[in-house]
């Protein structure tokens, strides 16, 4: 289920872009599909700064489509209120108990340039 790309720049104080991805399974003959969704009860979404101090952690995200494979997280305000380098990271929980963390290799780079405008 690799990200199609896994860089994500969202300016100082806004909220808007959402982060969302589409997640892919390779099926038979190294084909790509949409990942299955079903069976997943919760996202999460955590962003920790180059240090390892967390910005964001296992806050709610959204499934935006099960049979697409579609995850999103909306940003708060205070979610993006300093700028600087950021990794992300989502967690699919599952009705069984099992967790599965998105990306799988590596994790999604976050950028949070300065803004002109301070507000």
Not at 36 to 50: D, E, S, W
């Amino acid at each position: 289920m690799p990200l199609n790309k896994n860089e994500f720049i969202i300016k100082r104080n806004d909220t808007l872009p959402a982060l969302q991805i589409c997640l892919i399974d390779r099926g038979c003959l190294g084909g790509k599909e949409s990942y299955n969704l079903t069976g997943v009860t919760g996202v999460t979404f955590t962003m920790a700064n180059n240090c390892g101090d967390y910005k964001i952690f296992a806050k709610s995200a959204q499934t935006v489509s099960y049979s697409a494979g579609t995850i999103q997280y909306n940003w708060d305000p205070e979610d993006t209120n300093e700028s600087g380098s950021f990794k992300g990271e989502f967690q699919l929980l599952y009705s069984d108990g099992n967790k599965l963390s998105i990306p799988q290799n590596g994790q999604i780079d976050i950028l949070i340039p300065k803004d002109v405008n301070p507000y």
